[in-house]
């Protein structure tokens, strides 16, 4: 196994109801995603509002309308566990996908929130 380094890339939701879409590029020394994680400055409005696509190098790891609340993760779980793991997901073209969609919800009204997509990415050595 190569060593190991986190990733992060951020997309900004402005408008409530609306799908924001990001094309993040991974460092060319990257060989594998390994896990994903979701977090944002707001996790209550993405908790009940959102849900998403992911794809690495045009393989869908999570399909539209995936909820955002199953890829979060709360602070009473280790540090070392809190990435979903996605086993050795090739990087091929380096690029990550992220189609994020905000949905209505009375539980959370609409405010502007940043949505994050943490990667845990395995290095070539």
């Not at 094309?23 to 060989?31: A, G, M, P, Q, Y």
């Not at 086993?87 to 992220?98: D, I």
């Amino acid at each position: 196994m190569g060593s190991i380094i986190k990733k992060r890339f951020d997309i900004q939701v402005n408008e409530a109801d609306k799908t924001v879409s990001g094309s993040f590029e991974l460092d060319k020394n990257i060989r594998y995603v390994r896990g994903v994680l979701l977090t944002s400055n707001k996790d209550d409005l993405m908790y009940y509002r959102g849900s998403q696509k992911i794809e690495v190098n045009k393989q869908e790891l999570f399909p539209e309308g995936y909820e955002s609340k199953l890829l979060m993760c709360g602070i009473n779980v280790s540090p070392n566990v809190r990435y979903y793991e996605t086993g050795h997901t090739a990087v091929g073209n380096g690029m990550v996908k992220l189609e994020y969609k905000d949905t209505n919800d009375s539980r959370a009204p609409f405010e502007a929130y940043r949505v994050s997509i943490y990667l845990n990415c395995e290095l070539n050595d």
